[in-house]
Nanobody
């Protein structure tokens, strides 16, 4: 059974940085996109950043220049480096991937940006 486990969330002051990690485990035969989404209460879950196994990336306009997505194919892990964090970045962050032709989501990790 495939699982995605996230880590790295927490409380940070505005202007600070955090790095999120998402590790995939289980019977993995193929993996395509690896991404990060975020959700605040009462709103839909939105794409933050996505990377394919070929290295193509795309970002939400609101995080361009501040967030960087990367991956370690050998560890089947991907990361979201978040710099210059703003209060509006506060949300639950979820990782997602297409593995063995199916979508899998992580359990979510809270990121709170506040002074």
């Amino acid at each position: 059974q495939v699982q995605l486990v996230e880590s790295g969330g927490g409380l940070v002051q505005p202007g600070g940085s955090l790095r999120l990690s998402c590790a995939a485990s289980g019977s993995i035969f193929s993996i395509y996109t690896m991404g990060w989404y975020r959700q605040v209460p009462g709103k839909q879950r939105d794409l933050v950043a996505r990377i394919t196994t070929s290295g193509s990336t795309n970002y939400a306009d609101s995080v361009k220049g501040r967030f960087t997505i990367s991956r370690d194919n050998a560890k089947i892990t991907w990361y979201l480096q978040m710099n210059s964090l703003k209060p509006e970045d506060t949300a639950v962050y979820y990782c997602k991937s297409v593995i063995n032709g199916r979508e899998f989501w992580g359990q979510g990790t809270q990121v709170t940006v506040s002074s």
